[in-house]
């Protein structure tokens, strides 16, 4: 029987890097960025363009900051705003989808590292709110900087939605979801074939220089594309990932932001730490294969052994 011919599905997608956000940079100031990179995109048949983890200020949560007021002022209250009004705008003109990270605050007051999915007629057709925060929630003065992202934001409470959008289906994570395998399987059990994804990843750990941890920066790089490869490769999913790069307020963030294909293997990879866009035809069909042979989930997980990984927490070793 002649092999089943899959009919390509292509989404063009355009990985969106952003160099550093400096504090005193506007919302204004941002966006101008990220219509520039849009534009850039359409010159290249973007319909979707990932732009990366709360790309519209800095990295707060480098910084201790007492003042609540303080903190709010990184905060959207409103998505859209009118911040972000001509992006949406432009984005809608161009007929190009997008991927935004954001710092959201509910009109209850809560606050989310959030991002939300922008279809080609400029509608937000999904909202997805961070739900791995890494760092700590108190002040530790001993570090260089801070990683207060416990303390800033809550754990999301929406869990791991996916969307039929672009011609296929898709998801969304944002920054650490991506180093932790049930972020890929929870979607992947509901059949993401595109993974959307921005990060803001600092080159060094500021645990790690005050403990003299043995992570070298150069696997800072390493451990970033190995999860995504993987998660990439065990769900049969792409999977888009833009960081905001460069040194930003001092503290260096890495670059790397690429497109990974359902093989696992990076076809787009940013070069530089500044703003920066590369750009693949991502095939949704190729993610078949894996998903029809090695990683059809119904004929090969053995899910009468795998209850530990939802209904354990942490690790309990084996008595002495
Ligand atoms: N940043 C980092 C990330 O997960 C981090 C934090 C870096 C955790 C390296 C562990 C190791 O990429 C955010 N914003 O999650």
């Known amino acids: 029987m002649p092999p089943k011919t899959l009919v390509p599905r292509i989404v063009t997608v355009g990985c969106a890097q952003m160099g550093p956000i400096a504090r005193a940079e506007t919302r204004a100031q941002c966006v101008e ?8 995109a359409a ?6 363009v990932v732009f990366p983890e709360l790309a519209l200020t800095t990295f707060f949560p480098r910084w201790f900051m007492p003042d609540w007021r ?3 002022q990184f905060f959207e209250t409103e998505m859209p705003n009118a911040a972000v009004a001509p992006l949406f705008a432009e984005a809608k003109r161009l007929k190009i989808g997008f991927y935004l990270g954001y710092a959201e605050k509910t009109p209850e ?22 739900i791995h925060l890494p760092g700590h929630a108190e002040n530790e003065p001993e570090r260089p900087f801070q990683h207060l992202e416990k303390r ?51 080159a060094i750990n500021g645990w790690a220089m005050v403990h003299s ?31 905001k790069a460069g040194i930003e307020e001092g503290c260096s963030l890495i670059g790397g932001s690429c497109i990974v294909a359902p093989t696992g293997e990076i076809v787009a990879l940013t070069r530089s730490v500044a703003d920066e866009l590369v750009v693949a035809d991502c095939d949704l069909s190729l993610c078949t294969y894996g998903k029809e042979t090695t990683f059809a989930f119904a004929k090969h997980r053995r899910i009468e052994h795998y209850g530990l990984i939802a209904s354990q ?6 008595p002495q």
């Open 43 to 48: 010159k290249k048949n973007c319909t979707l």
């Open 152 to 202: 800033y934001f809550e754990p999301g409470d929406i869990g791991f939605p996916v969307w039929r959008t672009m011609g296929g289906i898709v998801g969304m994570a944002i920054c650490n979801d991506r180093r932790w395998p049930e972020t890929y399987r929870v979607m992947g059990l509901k059949g993401m074939e595109l993974m959307l994804l921005g990060y803001n990843t600092p």
């Open 70 to 72: 303080e903190v709010d």
């Open 313 to 318: 927490t942490g690790v309990i070793e084996p």
């Open 33 to 40: 960025r990220l219509i520039a990179l849009l534009r850039e």
């Open 109 to 130: 007051g809560r606050r989310f590292n959030a991002a939300i999915l922008v279809d080609r007629a400029g509608e937000i057709v999904g909202k997805y709110r961070k």
């Open 213 to 243: 941890a043995p992570e070298p920066e150069h696997l800072r790089q390493f451990h970033n594309h190995l999860v995504m490869q993987a998660g990439a490769y065990q769900n049969s999913t792409w999977v888009v990932a833009a960081a």
